[in-house]
């Protein structure tokens, strides 16, 4: 009997969220049309390569929406049990309240693993994807000077074990200044060249380095120096690529931004922005059973079952949860609070208020 209840509570769950997925989908979907139809329309790219960035963005969205449609799905599910008189038939047939709450909390655990499956694989590759289409194809042909970046004081990886910081970067002329290169073999460093510059070879594909050290560590009489005027490395990574080595958020998985964290700290570089973008996304499936818990709470709290107030209050909490989020995470890269603390205390804070209100309705 407890397996028929659960299974039939359960199974008004999907369909809700199902419906909700798809139109909050929708409406991300209209938003970035609306946004990026000014470079579509003065680009000569074709409607295909604005309908493949579109379709690119598709499991970036799923990943922001799925809590909002969680939250739908139990104010949907919950509401309609109590306007059917489902609710108060299962108080009178001994079922605890929270009891009935519990098949919806799974259904919401179940859309977290979802979430997090599609954040550490597809919508990541998907999203640089569509940011690489809209650079290279729609907004490159409209405007011919996305590349004209000039950034200061930057660390990326140009391979494994190969490490470099810049004071200057300027993709568009294709050089550094103040360059130092770390090499690693094994974990330990193996070769460090210190150079006032280097500039991009297209012809050879390489890196060269001009007016320098190269200090070779590892021997037996202590590390080697060498001054050159210039240097021709085995450093192949473009500049174009190095561009986009850059910390894209959506752009990465866990395990990226775990990588990304170790090379920073091989060479000495802040690393708060991405200790806290890693906690984040972590933490990012534990919206769902909060949205569960919130949305318990206010269909006991409030008694009102509207579809249309359901759909706007899943709306409204939502948009709330989410400018909680980057209020958060903006405080962990600036650093007045800890990452761990950034990635985990927007669910915790809902879970937090939602038990509060369940508590009050005599839920628990």
Known sequence: ??????????????????????????????????????????????????????LYQGPYFIVQMTP???????????????????????LAGGWRPFDMIKPLLLCSALTGAGQLVLQETAAPDFFMRSAYLFESKIK???????????????????????????????????????VIVSLYKGGDLFLEINAASAAWQPSLKRWDFNDGVMIKYGGEAGPATRRFTSYQSAISVPPEDLVLERLIPDGVSSADVARRLRRLKAVGAPVSVESTLLWVKLAGPLANPAMALIGAAMVLLSKRNNK?????????????????????????????????????????LFALVSLWGLKRARAI
Request: charged letters at 15%; proline letters at 3%.
């Open 308 to 348: 249309f107030y359901s759909f706007g209050l899943a709306l409204g909490f939502g948009f709330l949860f989410w400018a909680v989020i980057i209020v958060s995470q903006e405080a962990g890269n600036s650093e007045l609070i800890p990452p761990v603390l950034a990635g985990f205390a927007p669910a915790a």
């Open 68 to 90: 909002i449609a969680t939250l739908l799905a139990v104010l949907f599910a919950m509401g309609g049990m109590i306007a059917k008189g489902e609710w108060k038939a299962g």
């Open 140 to 178: 490159m042909s409209a405007r011919d000077d996305w590349q004209q970046m000039v950034k200061k004081d930057v660390a990326f990886s140009a391979g494994d074990e190969t490490f470099v910081t810049a004071h200057v970067f300027d993709g568009r002329r294709r050089v550094m200044e103040q």
């Open 1 to 54: 009997m407890n397996r028929i209840f659960y299974r039939y509570i359960a199974r008004s769950f999907w369909g809700p969220f199902c419906f909700g997925l798809g139109v909050f989908f929708l409406l991300l979907v209209f938003g970035s049309l609306f946004d990026k139809l000014n470079y579509f329309m003065k680009s000569s790219s074709g409607a295909g390569v604005f309908a493949r960035y579109i």
